[in-house]
């Protein structure tokens, strides 16, 4: 593999990347109810691209983020 190839190959990871450790994030951040929910939607989330697209689809909004008290 050549350097132009690679640096392509790079750049073009660098997008799913963030999106998987956002998706993370914000699993970590929020109360899903329960220990078990909290922890399926982090495996779903922690599958590189496809696992973040469908925690952003189906399981952003099923999370709330805790009160600051």
């Known amino acids: ?3 132009k190839t690679a640096l ?3 750049v073009a990871s660098v997008p799913f990347f963030i999106l998987t450790v ?3 994030v914000d699993v970590f951040m929020k109360d899903f109810g329960s220990t078990g929910r909290k922890a399926l939607w982090a ?3 922690g599958f590189p691209f496809v696992g973040a697209l469908i925690y952003l689809l189906f399981g952003f ?3 709330r983020k805790p009160d600051d008290a």
């Open 1 to 3: 593999m050549d350097f």
């Open 8 to 10: 392509t190959v790079l």
């Open 22 to 24: 956002w998706a993370l």
């Open 43 to 45: 495996i779903v989330a």
């Open 61 to 63: 909004r099923r999370g």
